[in-house]
Nanobody, 123 residues
Framework: VQLQASGGGLVQAGGSLRLSCAASGRTFSNYAMGWFRQAPGKEREFVVALSTSGDSAYYADSVKGRFTISRDNALNTVYLQMNSLKPEDTAVYYC?????????????????WGQGTLVTVSS
Protein backbone atom coordinates (compact mmCIF):
# COMPACT_ATOMS: atom_id res chain seq x y z
CA VAL A 1 0.00 0.00 0.00
CA GLN A 2 1.29 3.44 -0.93
CA LEU A 3 0.05 6.26 1.26
CA GLN A 4 0.07 9.96 0.45
CA ALA A 5 -0.79 12.37 3.25
CA SER A 6 -1.82 15.95 2.61
CA GLY A 7 -3.61 18.89 4.20
CA GLY A 8 -1.07 20.14 6.70
CA GLY A 9 -0.28 23.79 7.13
CA LEU A 10 -0.07 26.73 9.49
CA VAL A 11 -3.09 27.56 11.61
CA GLN A 12 -3.76 29.69 14.65
CA ALA A 13 -4.64 28.14 17.98
CA GLY A 14 -8.34 27.31 18.06
CA GLY A 15 -8.46 26.75 14.33
CA SER A 16 -9.13 23.65 12.28
CA LEU A 17 -7.45 21.56 9.62
CA ARG A 18 -8.42 18.42 7.76
CA LEU A 19 -5.75 15.96 6.80
CA SER A 20 -6.25 13.42 4.04
CA CYS A 21 -4.41 10.22 3.29
CA ALA A 22 -4.90 8.63 -0.10
CA ALA A 23 -4.04 4.96 -0.48
CA SER A 24 -3.20 2.96 -3.56
CA GLY A 25 -1.86 -0.42 -4.48
CA ARG A 26 -3.90 -2.81 -2.36
CA THR A 27 -7.50 -3.27 -1.24
CA PHE A 28 -7.89 -0.30 1.07
CA SER A 29 -10.85 -1.75 2.95
CA ASN A 30 -8.67 -4.61 4.21
CA TYR A 31 -6.53 -2.24 6.26
CA ALA A 32 -7.04 -0.58 9.59
CA MET A 33 -5.79 2.99 9.37
CA GLY A 34 -4.03 5.15 11.89
CA TRP A 35 -2.62 8.61 12.33
CA PHE A 36 0.53 9.23 14.31
CA ARG A 37 2.49 12.41 14.93
CA GLN A 38 6.02 13.39 15.76
CA ALA A 39 6.85 16.72 17.34
CA PRO A 40 10.37 18.15 17.14
CA GLY A 41 12.67 16.32 19.52
CA LYS A 42 10.04 13.78 20.51
CA GLU A 43 9.13 10.22 19.71
CA ARG A 44 6.40 9.48 17.22
CA GLU A 45 3.15 8.99 19.08
CA PHE A 46 -0.24 7.48 18.43
CA VAL A 47 -3.08 9.89 17.64
CA VAL A 48 -6.02 7.87 16.40
CA ALA A 49 -6.89 4.60 14.64
CA LEU A 50 -9.89 3.35 12.72
CA SER A 51 -11.14 -0.10 11.91
CA THR A 52 -11.48 -1.45 8.37
CA SER A 53 -15.21 -0.77 8.30
CA GLY A 54 -14.94 2.60 10.01
CA ASP A 55 -17.16 1.47 12.86
CA SER A 56 -14.56 1.57 15.62
CA ALA A 57 -12.20 4.44 16.37
CA TYR A 58 -9.63 4.85 19.12
CA TYR A 59 -8.24 8.21 20.16
CA ALA A 60 -5.33 9.34 22.26
CA ASP A 61 -6.55 11.18 25.33
CA SER A 62 -4.79 14.33 24.17
CA VAL A 63 -7.00 14.66 21.08
CA LYS A 64 -10.24 13.08 22.25
CA GLY A 65 -13.18 15.38 21.60
CA ARG A 66 -11.19 17.57 19.21
CA PHE A 67 -10.08 15.22 16.42
CA THR A 68 -12.25 12.92 14.31
CA ILE A 69 -11.06 10.16 12.02
CA SER A 70 -13.13 8.85 9.13
CA ARG A 71 -12.61 6.87 5.97
CA ASP A 72 -14.16 6.54 2.57
CA ASN A 73 -13.40 3.06 1.28
CA ALA A 74 -14.80 3.90 -2.13
CA LEU A 75 -12.23 6.70 -2.47
CA ASN A 76 -9.42 4.81 -0.70
CA THR A 77 -8.96 7.75 1.62
CA VAL A 78 -8.80 8.32 5.36
CA TYR A 79 -9.36 11.74 6.89
CA LEU A 80 -8.41 13.42 10.12
CA GLN A 81 -10.53 16.40 11.07
CA MET A 82 -8.70 18.46 13.67
CA ASN A 83 -10.61 21.13 15.56
CA SER A 84 -9.70 23.41 18.47
CA LEU A 85 -6.06 23.04 17.60
CA LYS A 86 -3.45 23.83 20.22
CA PRO A 87 0.23 24.74 19.87
CA GLU A 88 1.09 21.36 21.36
CA ASP A 89 -0.55 19.71 18.35
CA THR A 90 2.32 21.00 16.22
CA ALA A 91 4.00 17.98 14.62
CA VAL A 92 4.52 16.03 11.45
CA TYR A 93 1.46 13.85 11.03
CA TYR A 94 1.78 10.41 9.47
CA CYS A 95 -0.91 8.10 8.22
CA UNK A 96 -0.31 4.38 8.44
CA UNK A 97 -1.99 1.14 7.37
CA UNK A 98 -2.19 -2.18 9.15
CA UNK A 99 -3.52 -5.31 7.43
CA UNK A 100 -6.45 -7.10 9.04
CA UNK A 101 -9.28 -6.26 11.37
CA UNK A 102 -7.27 -5.70 14.50
CA UNK A 103 -6.89 -1.97 15.26
CA UNK A 104 -3.41 -1.34 16.60
CA UNK A 105 -2.35 1.57 18.76
CA UNK A 106 1.40 1.11 18.48
CA UNK A 107 3.86 2.14 15.82
CA UNK A 108 4.92 -1.43 15.15
CA UNK A 109 1.33 -2.53 14.52
CA UNK A 110 1.51 -0.70 11.21
CA UNK A 111 3.25 -1.91 8.09
CA UNK A 112 2.81 0.92 5.61
CA TRP A 113 3.49 4.60 6.27
CA GLY A 114 2.90 7.81 4.39
CA GLN A 115 5.51 10.53 4.05
CA GLY A 116 4.06 12.87 6.66
CA THR A 117 2.49 16.30 6.51
CA LEU A 118 3.49 19.17 8.78
CA VAL A 119 0.93 20.84 11.02
CA THR A 120 2.01 24.02 12.77
CA VAL A 121 -0.27 25.67 15.31
CA SER A 122 0.68 29.19 16.35
CA SER A 123 -0.31 30.67 19.68
Amino acid sequence: VQLQASGGGLVQAGGSLRLSCAASGRTFSNYAMGWFRQAPGKEREFVVALSTSGDSAYYADSVKGRFTISRDNALNTVYLQMNSLKPEDTAVYYCAAAPGVRVGLQNNDYVYWGQGTLVTVSS
